[in-house]
């Protein structure tokens, strides 16, 4: 009896599976609080809305860290006068004070 490599199997379920399945249609949205559309205009040119709102329960100084390093590192255009709103928001919003 002549054997059939796994791989002409596993080539053709893959084809076959591909055709069956569809993305979800993207409509992030973050949640509605005061400091939303900081983030909106802020964050979401370098990362996606899920890349943020999948973050660990940052604490409140978690959260100041990792904006500090956005703007010292990769120059994230945050104007120092809003990073307080943005932080009360991803904390609220997504860190320890949400859950």
């Given at each position: 009896?002549?054997?059939?490599?796994?791989?002409?199997?596993?080539?053709?379920?893959?084809?076959v599976a591909a055709d069956d399945w569809k993305l979800p249609d993207e409509n992030p949205a973050f949640k509605a609080a005061p400091g939303a559309e900081l983030?909106?205009?802020?964050?979401?040119?370098?990362?996606?809305?899920?890349?943020?709102?999948?973050?660990?329960?940052?604490?409140?100084?978690?959260?100041?860290?990792?904006?500090?390093?956005?703007?010292?590192?990769?120059?994230?255009?945050?104007?120092?006068?809003?990073?307080?709103?943005?932080?009360?928001?991803?904390?609220?919003?997504?860190?320890?004070?949400?859950?």
């Open positions: 009896m002549k054997q059939i490599p796994i791989a002409i199997f596993a080539c053709t379920a893959i084809a983030v909106q205009a802020n964050c979401i040119m370098c990362h996606s809305h899920e890349y943020i709102t999948t973050q660990p329960a940052f604490t409140r100084d978690q959260w100041k860290a990792s904006v500090a390093k956005m703007q010292a590192k990769y120059g994230a255009p945050l104007p120092p006068e809003k990073v307080d709103a943005l932080l009360n928001y991803l904390a609220q919003s997504y860190g320890k004070a949400a859950k």
